[in-house]
Nanobody, 133 residues
């Protein structure tokens, strides 16, 4: 049973930074889609950033337009941990953030497969991010 545990959420002023981490994200042997999603009050869960990764290799990343150039998704392969570095935070970034991972996927699948919410089989419990002055 895969268990993904998030950390790093909290409260920050506009313009500040936070780094989210998600332990238990995959292993070094297989190819995975991984991603960060968020859900604001009264809204649906939306994708924030996705990454296609295998061992030490990253095959691509993609970001929602609202976070492009402010957020960075990465994976620490040595510790099987997924990160989301969030800079220049805005009040509209306030939400519960979830990490997610697929099961191992065939080597021929590309980043486009990772755009599909149904690609993700494992989810973290969520961590609250609040941006407010």
């Amino acid at each position: 049973q895969v268990r993904m545990v998030e950390s790093g959420g909290g409260s920050v002023q506009p313009g500040g930074s936070l780094r989210l981490s998600c332990a238990g994200a995959g292993d070094i042997y297989s190819k995975y889609c991984m991603g960060w999603f968020r859900q604001a009050p009264g809204k649906e869960r939306d994708v924030v950033a996705i990454i296609l990764t295998s061992g030490d290799a990253t095959y691509g990343t993609e970001y929602d337009d609202s976070v492009k150039d402010r957020f960075t998704i990465s994976r620490d392969n040595a510790e099987n941990t997924l990160h989301l570095q969030m800079n220049s935070l805005k009040p509209e970034d306030t939400a519960i953030y979830y990490c997610a991972s697929s099961s191992p996927i065939p080597s021929w699948l590309d980043l486009g497969y990772c755009r599909t919410p149904s690609a993700y089989d494992y989810w973290g419990q969520g961590t609250q991010v609040t941006v407010s002055s």
